[in-house]
């Protein structure tokens, strides 16, 4: 299984898009197949939301492997960052699998965007919970790209002695 570490800083910059032509042609090469239609539509709904209105600075792309088994984990601040990891992801060819609390299923266009992209409910605090984990490991063994949000607080930001 290979596992990505996606630094702060690396000499990868130029994978970032750069201005709204490049952002929009980006669009054409992300991956299509095996997306799910619910999902699928949702990317293409957002995307270009995402592109225009978004900067892109992203870094650590080489490091994600073109196809076969990947673990990507993230940190999760804000609610954007489902939409903003999956355009990430998918800008370097790959189509990520979340694990998701269970209750987004209940939501229901929520629900079918994650059931279409096959995404893996996870039901915390219950006997179910590993379920996640073998679901995540499966994915995995069968050559998915498996995202998760690591669970913790936030980096406090320095304010300068200031509290």
């Known amino acids: 299984m290979a596992a990505v570490l996606i630094p702060e800083a690396t000499d990868d910059t130029s994978t970032a898009p750069?201005?709204?032509?490049?952002?929009?042609?980006?669009?054409?090469?992300?991956?299509?197949r095996g997306r799910g239609f619910w999902y699928?539509?949702?990317?293409?709904?957002?995307?270009p939301f995402v592109m225009i209105f978004t900067r892109s600075g992203w870094h650590g792309g080489r490091h994600i492997p073109a196809e076969g088994p990947v673990l990507i984990a993230s940190n999760h601040?804000?609610?954007?960052?489902?939409?903003?990891?999956?355009?990430?992801v998918l800008a370097h060819g790959r189509i990520p699998r979340y694990l998701?609390?269970?209750?987004?299923?209940?939501?229901p266009v929520v629900r079918s965007v994650l059931a279409g992209g096959r995404h893996i409910p996870v039901h915390r605090g219950t006997s179910k919970a590993t379920d996640a984990y073998r679901d995540a490991v499966k994915a995995v063994e069968a050559g998915e790209?498996?995202?998760v949000f690591r669970r913790g607080r936030s980096p406090r930001i320095p304010t300068g002695g200031r509290r």
Do not use: H, Q
């Open 100 to 107: 998701a609390k269970a209750g987004l299923w209940k939501v």
């Open 40 to 47: 699928g539509l949702a990317i293409d709904v957002l995307w």
């Open 77 to 88: 601040v804000s609610f954007a960052d489902p939409v903003t990891v999956t355009a990430y």
């Open 18 to 32: 750069r201005g709204v032509r490049e952002k929009f042609l980006l669009t054409l090469r992300t991956p299509r």
């Open 145 to 147: 790209c498996v995202l």
